[in-house]
C-alpha cells in the first residue's frame, strides 16, 4: 500500500501530489507574505521621542516606521529601545537590503529568513507598507505549511522504512513494549470498523527509531548521523504535536532556530527522499514503456492495463 501512493504498481508513474516541490508550489504561487503581514504602524518624525517609547511600550511594539507627513511614505524605521531623548528624527534608522522582502514572496521562505532576524518589513509594490515578525509564523497560513511539510515526512518515512524492512519484518525491530502498544491501538481502530494496518498504528517515534537505525537508510537520506537526525527529528515530532493540539506558541519555550533548523533539515531530507523515489519511478516507468512497446508490435493488446 505505502508502495502504491508513491509510485503506480503497474506503470511506475511517480503519483502527484507526492514531491515537495509541490506542496511548495502551493505556497510559492498561493501562500505568500501577504497572508500574514501586519500594517506598520508609524510615529510622526518631529514627536519626542520618549512620548512615543510609551506608546510603543503599551501597545507592545519593539519598531515602527517613521513618516515625515499623516499621509506620507514612511521614510524609516525607529526602534522602542532607542527612543529615551530627543525627537524620533534623531533615532530614525534606514531600510536596507536585509531588512525588506516583497509581499509576494513565498511563505515557505520566511523560515530561513527568521533565522537571523526577528521581524522585516514588507513592500507593497516599491512603498513599505507593513511588517513581519516571527510570531506571525504562528498564524494559520504559517501552520498549514508547517504540518503539510512534517506530514509529508512522515509519510515519506513510511515508504522508506516499509521498502527496507520489507513486510511485517519490521515488528522484529520494535520492543515488546512498544509492539504491543500498536496492536492496541491497532485493535481499538478496527473496533470502529476503520480499514488499516498494523503499521499505520506505529507512532511517529518508533518510526524515527526504524528509521535511524538502520544504516542503508541513513545514507539513502543524507542523515549526517544517527545523533543528529534523532535531535531534529525528535523537534520534528515536537512541532508536530504543537501543531496537532494548536499551541499558542509553536516553539513552546525554544528559539525559532531550532524550528528552523528542524523545517530546513525536513526539506533537504525529503529532497533526498524525492531524488531516491524518482529513480525507482523511472526504472518501473520505462520497464512497463518496454512492455508497452512489445505489446503493441505483437498485437496482444491483453496484456496493456492503466495505471
Known amino acids: 500500500m505505502a508502495h502504491e501512493l508513491w509510485i503506480s504498481p503497474i506503470t511506475g508513474y511517480r503519483r502527484i501530489g507526492t514531491k515537495l516541490s509541490e506542496v511548495r508550489t502551493l505556497f510559492e504561487s498561493g501562500i505568500t507574505v501577504r497572508a500574514i503581514h501586519e500594517p506598520l504602524r508609524c510615529c510622526p518624525e518631529f514627536a519626542e521621542a520618549s512620548e512615543m517609547q510609551s506608546l510603543l511600550n503599551r501597545r507592545d511594539f519593539d519598531v515602527a516606521g517613521v513618516k515625515e507627513t499623516e499621509n506620507g511614505h514612511i521614510t524609516g524605521y525607529v526602534k522602542r529601545s532607542s527612543l529615551e531623548c530627543g525627537k524620533v528624527r534623531d533615532h530614525l534608522l534606514t531600510f536596507g537590503p536585509g531588512t525588506l522582502i516583497s509581499e509576494s514572496t513565498p511563505l515557505a521562505d520566511l523560515f530561513k529568513i527568521f533565522?537571523?532576524?526577528?521581524?522585516?518589513?514588507?513592500?507593497?509594490?516599491?512603498?513599505?507598507?507593513?511588517?513581519?515578525?516571527?510570531?506571525?509564523?504562528?498564524?494559520?497560513?504559517?501552520?498549514?505549511?508547517?504540518?503539510?511539510?512534517?506530514?509529508?515526512?512522515?509519510?515519506?518515512?513510511?515508504?522508506?522504512?516499509?521498502?527496507?524492512?520489507?513486510?511485517?519484518?519490521?515488528?522484529?525491530?520494535?520492543?515488546?513494549?512498544?509492539?504491543?502498544?500498536?496492536?492496541?491501538?491497532?485493535?481499538?481502530?478496527?473496533?470502529?470498523?476503520?480499514?488499516?494496518?498494523?503499521f499505520d498504528c506505529v507512532q511517529f517515534a518508533d518510526k524515527r527509531d526504524l528509521l535511524l537505525q538502520c544504516e542503508s537508510l541513513r545514507q539513502t537520506l543524507n542523515i549526517e548521523s544517527k545523533n543528529k537526525g534523532d535531535k531534529l527529528l525528535k523537534q520534528a515530532e515536537k512541532l508536530r504535536n504543537s501543531l496537532a493540539h494548536s499551541q499558542q506558541d509553536l516553539t513552546e519555550g525554544s528559539e525559532w532556530n531550532s524550528v528552523v533548523d528542524a523545517v530546513e533539515w525536513i526539506e533537504k531530507i525529503l529532497g533526498s527522499s524525492d531524488t531516491e523515489i524518482e529513480k525507482q519511478a523511472q526504472d518501473k516507468a520505462d520497464r512497463f514503456n518496454e512492455e508497452l512497446w512489445y505489446v503493441s508490435k505483437s498485437g496482444d493488446v491483453t496484456k496493456t492495463s492503466n495505471a
Open 115 to 198: 533565522r537571523d532576524q526577528e521581524h522585516i518589513f514588507v513592500l507593497t509594490s516599491t512603498v513599505v507598507s507593513g511588517i513581519v515578525t516571527q510570531a506571525d509564523l504562528n498564524k494559520p497560513p504559517a501552520r498549514i505549511y508547517l504540518f503539510g511539510l512534517i506530514s509529508l515526512l512522515e509519510m515519506h518515512m513510511n515508504f522508506w522504512i516499509l521498502e527496507e524492512y520489507g513486510g511485517e519484518n519490521w515488528q522484529n525491530s520494535l520492543s515488546k513494549r512498544r509492539l504491543s502498544k500498536a496492536q492496541e491501538f491497532y485493535e481499538e481502530r478496527k473496533r470502529r470498523n476503520q480499514e488499516i494496518g498494523l
